[in-house]
């Protein structure tokens, strides 16, 4: 029922300067696989097939990434190291990619109300690939979500307990339970101080949004940093429908920050060196 997923990809990923200088943040790898292909295999996981990406200057590679490299294939046809591009090459046998791209960084809810363009008047589902996400045994966080939005039909936000200390870090939400872990949103807010959080449930890199939300961010006013929030656009629609949060059942590494990414890494190698 959602085909499309939107990934913003523009930001210029500060924190892993200088590594992010020539190259996105996006294709930083843990271990084989840079982090939006991971992204892509959980939308895929989801039922997604249709991927759309919000891209800037110097993101090229992520294009390169997802089409095929005829002199490499050449190269390595028929040969032993055929193998290591089996994931890739089924990525884009099975899905389609679109590009646009954000011209200036004024924040998450621009970078998505830029992807209007790709996504058009349909629900739709939103990756942020520096959140890498493990679902449980049974689906992808994404599935998770795909699912309830079967039940609820509304805007979904992910979200996990933290450590109340961290909330300046994210966008922390209030409201009612509806079933366990199912919250029907009363108030968000953006990055508040600990004593100012009205929680510590935090939203993380998933979502599900009703198409009215780009309306809805084009008439919000710049927030925090001069950015436009999608918290802020999230916190107008629960007021007007409903925003569901749910607190999906897996784990999340915060790859955005060296920490999380080197935690991604070992825990991904430890899985790995299971398999083999
Ligand atoms: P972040 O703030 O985590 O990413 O944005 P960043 O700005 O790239 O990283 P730092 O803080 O400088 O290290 C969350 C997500 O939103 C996208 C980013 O690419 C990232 O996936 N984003 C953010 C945009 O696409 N455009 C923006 O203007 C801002």
Redesign the pocket.
């Known amino acids: 029922m959602i085909t499309k997923c939107l ?11 200088p590594a ?1 200088k020539a190259m ?3 294709m930083l790898p843990v271990l084989t696989k840079p982090l939006i292909q991971y992204g892509v295999e959980e939308a895929m996981e989801a039922g997604i097939t249709e991927m759309a990406i ?3 200057r110097g993101k090229r590679a992520i294009e390169d990434h997802f089409d095929i490299s005829y002199e490499l294939e050449h190269q390595i046809k028929g040969t032993e190291k055929e193998k290591y591009l089996a994931s890739i090459r089924n990525i884009i046998d099975v899905c389609s990619f679109s590009y646009t791209r ?1 011209i ?5 809810g ?3 109300l ?1 992807g209007e363009t790709l996504i058009g008047n349909v629900p739709f589902a939103v990756i ?4 890498l996400c493990v679902g449980n045994k049974d689906s992808g966080v994404l599935a998770q979500m795909a699912e309830l939005y079967k039940k609820y039909r509304c805007s979904i936000v992910a979200i996990e307990e933290i450590d109340i200390n961290d909330s300046s870090k994210y966008g922390i939400i209030s409201g009612k339970e509806l079933e366990d872990g199912v919250y029907m949103v009363a108030d968000m807010v953006e990055k508040p101080s600990p004593k100012d959080a009205p929680s510590n449930l935090a939203i993380i ?1 998933r979502y599900i949004l009703t198409p009215d939300i780009f309306e809805i961010l084009r008439h919000t006013p710049s927030g925090k940093n001069g ?2 929030q999608i918290t802020d656009a999230l916190k107008t629609q629960a007021k007007n429908n409903m925003v569901i949060a749910y607190k999906f059942k897996g784990k999340r590494f915060d790859c ?2 060296v920490e999380g990414f080197v935690e991604a890494t070992n825990a991904f190698y430890e899985i790995d060196k299971k398999k083999s």
Do not use: C, N, W
């Not at 990934?7 to 300067?17: C, D, I, V």
């Open positions: 990934f913003p990809a523009a930001g210029y990923g500060t924190r892993f300067l992010t996105p943040k996006e919000v891209t800037g954000q200036e960084m004024k924040g998450l621009h970078a998505i830029t942020l690939a520096d959140d890199g950015e436009l955005g920050s």
